[in-house]
């Protein structure tokens, strides 16, 4: 999850909580609980995504294998009743959340398996009343989440998996995208009382404030070797300065460029750096002077290594 992600999360978890406590309002927005139950799910997978990133799947063992079947099995035969039911009363809000099938699946990623699970049995938990009639009982619910919990703490911790690790990326832009729609159709409905609840509209308004994190964290690692030996180089002068001039990076935003000297062991570190493109000018007295360029995106960290030449 990159800075802007782990905002906006932030926010909308803030946001639910907020709206959770406001129902007697909420409950009066025509079509608000299928948005907010959306919310809820993808918050979800977005946990489940999450794990992925640092999940490390070369352990995958014959206990997990059964966890997974297992998991898959008792999924499969919610669905089957939930898609029935669904189906029997044209409820398609709740035919589109859970309609999957087993190949669905049994070709997901662990992530993709447990948040697809997860989505399936909180909409049949919503709805499980009418469910008895088609067999889904609170109990046969309650086993399922115990298989979702079981595989979740299965999936083993350690090295990141690239393949999934970039599965889980993609994913988590889907997710965040869902988010954002159904963010903004609670927003609309939310302006529907913003002159007979002015304070709840008011909180509502800030709370969906999506405030950046990370200020100050580290943005840019630069790394200044001898081009020969491979050796740090302590005491070069590295001035960083951005290609748009109207970028401002240093303190009080008053100057256009930050000049440091690295550290024993060639190293310097910027913090705080807004987006934007660059240039690295680096230098040393009995050395060629260099210039790289250097991107800063969603305050991720970057990492540029110099080469310098003896003069």
Same mark, same amino acid.
């Given at each position: 999850?990159?800075?802007?992600?782990?905002?906006?999360?932030?926010?909308?978890?803030?946001?639910?909580?907020?709206?959770?406590?406001?129902?007697?309002?909420?409950?009066?927005?025509?079509?608000?609980?299928?948005?907010?139950?959306?919310?809820?799910?993808?918050?979800?997978?977005?946990?489940?995504?999450?794990?992925?990133?640092?999940?490390?799947?070369?352990?995958?063992? +014959?206990?997990? @294998?059964? =966890?997974? &079947?297992?998991?898959?099995?008792?999924? %499969?035969? !919610?669905?089957?009743?939930?898609?029935?039911?669904?189906?029997?009363?044209?409820?398609?809000?709740?035919?589109?959340?859970?309609?999957?099938?087993?190949?669905?699946?049994?070709?997901?990623?662990?992530?993709?398996?447990?948040?697809?699970?997860?989505?399936?049995?909180?909409?049949?938990?919503?709805?499980?009343?009418?469910?008895?009639?088609?067999?889904?009982?609170?109990?046969?619910?309650?086993?399922?989440?115990?298989?979702?919990?079981?595989?979740?703490?299965?999936?083993?911790?350690?090295?990141?998996?690239?393949?999934?690790?970039?599965?889980?990326?993609?994913?988590?832009? +889907?997710?965040? @995208?869902? =988010?954002? &729609?159904?963010?903004?159709?609670?927003? %609309?409905? !939310?302006?529907?009382?913003?002159?007979?609840?002015?304070?709840?509209?008011?909180?509502?308004?800030?709370?969906?404030?999506?405030?950046?994190?990370?200020?100050?964290?580290?943005?840019?690692?630069?790394?200044?070797?001898?081009?020969?030996?491979?050796?740090?180089?302590?005491?070069?002068?590295?001035?960083?300065?951005?290609?748009?001039?109207?970028?401002?990076?240093?303190?009080?935003?008053?100057?256009?460029?930050?000049?440091?000297?690295?550290?024993?062991?060639?190293?310097?570190?910027?913090?705080?750096?807004?987006?934007?493109?660059?240039?690295?000018?680096?230098?040393?007295?009995?050395?060629?002077?260099?210039?790289?360029?250097?991107?800063?995106?969603?305050?991720?960290?970057?990492?540029?290594?110099?080469?310098?030449?003896?003069?």
């Amino acid at each position: 999850m990159n800075s802007k992600q782990e905002s906006y999360d932030k926010m909308s978890l803030a946001s639910v909580s907020f709206l959770l406590a406001n129902t007697t309002i909420t409950n009066t927005l025509t079509g608000f609980s299928t948005y907010f139950s959306v919310i809820q799910t993808t918050h979800t997978q977005i946990q489940a995504a999450q794990v992925q990133q640092e999940a490390d799947k070369s352990g995958d063992t +014959t206990a997990k @294998k059964l =966890l997974r &079947t297992t998991l898959i099995a008792q999924t %499969i035969d !919610v669905v089957r009743k939930t898609v029935a039911y669904a189906t029997n009363v044209s409820n398609n809000a709740l035919l589109a959340l859970v309609n999957y099938t087993e190949s669905d699946l049994k070709k997901s990623s662990d992530t993709k398996l447990i948040g697809s699970c997860q989505v399936i049995h909180d909409n049949a938990n919503t709805n499980v009343a009418a469910l008895g009639t088609y067999g889904v009982t609170a109990a046969i619910l309650t086993t399922l989440q115990t298989s979702i919990n079981n595989f979740y703490a299965a999936i083993p911790k350690g090295r990141v998996d690239n393949t999934d690790s970039g599965e889980a990326t993609q994913l988590l832009l +889907t997710l965040f @995208k869902t =988010l954002k &729609t159904n963010w903004a159709k609670i927003d %609309i409905l !939310v302006e529907t009382v913003k002159i007979s609840q002015p304070n709840f509209y008011n909180e509502y308004q800030s709370v969906r404030q999506v405030i950046p994190v990370g200020t100050g964290s580290l943005s840019l690692k630069i790394q200044v070797t001898d081009s020969q030996t491979g050796e740090g180089l302590a005491n070069v002068t590295v001035t960083l300065t951005p290609v748009d001039p109207l970028l401002k990076i240093a303190a009080n935003n008053k100057k256009n460029n930050i000049t440091k000297k690295t550290a024993k062991g060639g190293g310097s570190h910027f913090k705080g750096l807004p987006d934007g493109d660059y240039t690295v000018n680096a230098k040393k007295p009995g050395r060629k002077e260099t210039n790289s360029n250097v991107s800063v995106v969603n305050g991720e960290l970057n990492v540029l290594n110099i080469n310098m030449d003896k003069a």
